[in-house]
Structures are given as structure tokens and as C-alpha cells.
């Protein structure tokens, strides 16, 4: 297994929102905060806290999706009670993309519009659905596909981590193999670089540490948000 990481600031934003924890060999994560001053970087690290206060029992083989799931929604309460004792937090709420690698599938949970993708037999594939009101659109033909990706309203999330009492974590499997690669990223990069870039940059042999070269690339693209990644090579 070959895995690279990073975070940047990007070139727009004072402070860092996103938060990101790779534990190897099994639990990878990222979130992307958000809500007013320092509170979005917050809530994204007291995600983050959660899944590495639960790392020795989600690392086990008897991890699952219900595991994964219930790790986001105690980190949801958590935020929620953190953001009722102070009101300079209120309103502040994170997306969560969290994979559990095992020996031949990965199993992961998901809530927000960062992203989870997995690049296998020369195709990448993005497992899980953005929830925000863009691709809500998308899906009843309200706009298109090509106009969401630079529609002034992209951002706008319909589901995130620390908003209601009540939230819905999409969690699956699917399987893996030795040459697979995954990629664990916020929205930092996935809006500053399109699917086919990505993908030729994920099976690109000759790019060691390919987290890097992503994000150095949503720089070159404009670097508006910030910009987090995790890519793990089998």
C-alpha cells in the first residue's frame, strides 16, 4: 500500500476548514467545514476527533457500515452541543467521507459533497453522491450536468454533519483488488478539477506522491476553496 496526503489553504480563504485523518492501514477520512469565523474549521476537527477517538474499535475486522455510521451521527451531537454553548459556532456544520479499507472491499460512510472515488480497470468511478442542491437539480432535469459545475449555488448543501438533530449517512461496500486507487477529497479539489484530470492523474505511474500533484493542481485552477486529499494506492 502506497498512501500520500496534504491539505492547503488554497489562495482565497484566511484559515483552513478541512480536516483530514489517515490512520494505515484501514481508516481514512476527510471533512470539509463550514459556518462563519473559525467555526467551520471547528466543527470539521471535532469530526475528525470523533473518528480518532473510535480508531482501534473502526480499524478492527468486525468494522462496518453501521460502525462508520454511528462515528458521524456522535460526531453530529457533538457539534450540535458545541454549537449550543456557543453562540460565536452557531451555525456551524462539517461534510464526512470515511473509508474502512479490509482485505478485498472497503466499506464507507458519507454526508456532504466531498467526495469518494475508486480508480480501477482504467475507469474512476465516484462512489458517492454530492448532497447539495446543484445535483438535486441535476437529478430532476432542472439544469444540467455541464451547468453545475460552475453554478453560483454549487455550494449549497442539502445534508451535512452538525445541522439538525436528525441526519441520513449514506454508507456502502464495494470491492477492491491489489492496483486499485482511491481517492478521498473535498470539494476544493473536485471543484477546481475535472473528473478527466483526475483520472489521469490517479493512473499515472510516473507521479509518486499523487495527493500532492492534485492539490497543486487545483492551485494552478484557481485555488478558491481549500483543498484536502487522500489517495490510496493497493
Same mark, same amino acid.
Given at each position: 500500500m502506497h498512501v500520500t496526503h496534504g491539505t492547503n489553504v488554497g489562495l482565497v480563504r484566511g484559515n483552513n476548514e478541512d480536516s483530514y485523518v489517515c490512520a494505515e492501514p484501514h481508516? !481514512? =477520512? *476527510?471533512?470539509?467545514?463550514?459556518? %462563519?469565523?473559525? $467555526? %467551520?474549521? *471547528?466543527?470539521s476537527k471535532l469530526l475528525i476527533g470523533e473518528i480518532r477517538k473510535n480508531l482501534e474499535t473502526l480499524s478492527s475486522v468486525t468494522c462496518d457500515e453501521k460502525m462508520l455510521q454511528q462515528c458521524i451521527t456522535t460526531a453530529n451531537s457533538i457539534i450540535l452541543s458545541k454549537s449550543a454553548e456557543n453562540r460565536t459556532l452557531a451555525g456551524m456544520g462539517?461534510?464526512? /467521507? #470515511?473509508i474502512c479499507l479490509?482485505?478485498?472491499k472497503v466499506?464507507? $460512510?458519507?454526508i456532504g459533497d466531498s467526495r469518494i472515488y475508486c480508480c480501477h480497470a482504467g475507469q474512476l468511478r465516484? #462512489? @458517492?453522491t454530492d448532497h447539495s442542491l446543484v445535483d438535486a437539480w441535476v437529478k430532476n432535469g432542472t439544469i444540467t450536468a455541464e451547468e453545475a459545475l460552475h453554478h453560483p449555488q454549487k455550494n449549497i448543501l442539502t445534508r451535512a454533519v452538525g445541522v439538525e438533530n436528525d441526519i441520513k449517512v449514506d454508507t456502502g461496500t464495494f470491492p477492491v483488488e491489489t492496483g486499485d486507487k482511491l &481517492? &478521498?477529497?473535498?470539494? %476544493? &479539489? @473536485?471543484n477546481? *478539477?475535472?473528473? =478527466?484530470?483526475i483520472k489521469q492523474i490517479? !493512473?499515472?505511474? /510516473? #507521479?509518486?506522491?499523487?495527493a500532492e500533484f492534485l492539490i497543486q493542481e487545483a492551485l494552478q485552477h484557481g485555488g478558491i476553496d481549500n483543498i484536502t486529499a487522500i489517495v490510496v494506492e493497493l
Amino acid at each position: 500500500m502506497h498512501v500520500t496526503h496534504g491539505t492547503n489553504v488554497g489562495l482565497v480563504r484566511g484559515n483552513n476548514e478541512d480536516s483530514y485523518v489517515c490512520a494505515e492501514p484501514h481508516i !481514512f =477520512a *476527510v471533512a470539509d467545514g463550514m459556518g %462563519g469565523h473559525a $467555526a %467551520g474549521e *471547528v466543527a470539521s476537527k471535532l469530526l475528525i476527533g470523533e473518528i480518532r477517538k473510535n480508531l482501534e474499535t473502526l480499524s478492527s475486522v468486525t468494522c462496518d457500515e453501521k460502525m462508520l455510521q454511528q462515528c458521524i451521527t456522535t460526531a453530529n451531537s457533538i457539534i450540535l452541543s458545541k454549537s449550543a454553548e456557543n453562540r460565536t459556532l452557531a451555525g456551524m456544520g462539517t461534510t464526512a /467521507s #470515511i473509508i474502512c479499507l479490509q482485505t478485498d472491499k472497503v466499506i464507507w $460512510a458519507h454526508i456532504g459533497d466531498s467526495r469518494i472515488y475508486c480508480c480501477h480497470a482504467g475507469q474512476l468511478r465516484q #462512489i @458517492t453522491t454530492d448532497h447539495s442542491l446543484v445535483d438535486a437539480w441535476v437529478k430532476n432535469g432542472t439544469i444540467t450536468a455541464e451547468e453545475a459545475l460552475h453554478h453560483p449555488q454549487k455550494n449549497i448543501l442539502t445534508r451535512a454533519v452538525g445541522v439538525e438533530n436528525d441526519i441520513k449517512v449514506d454508507t456502502g461496500t464495494f470491492p477492491v483488488e491489489t492496483g486499485d486507487k482511491l &481517492l &478521498l477529497a473535498t470539494d %476544493g &479539489l @473536485t471543484n477546481m *478539477v475535472e473528473n =478527466a484530470e483526475i483520472k489521469q492523474i490517479m !493512473f499515472d505511474e /510516473s #507521479i509518486h506522491d499523487k495527493a500532492e500533484f492534485l492539490i497543486q493542481e487545483a492551485l494552478q485552477h484557481g485555488g478558491i476553496d481549500n483543498i484536502t486529499a487522500i489517495v490510496v494506492e493497493l
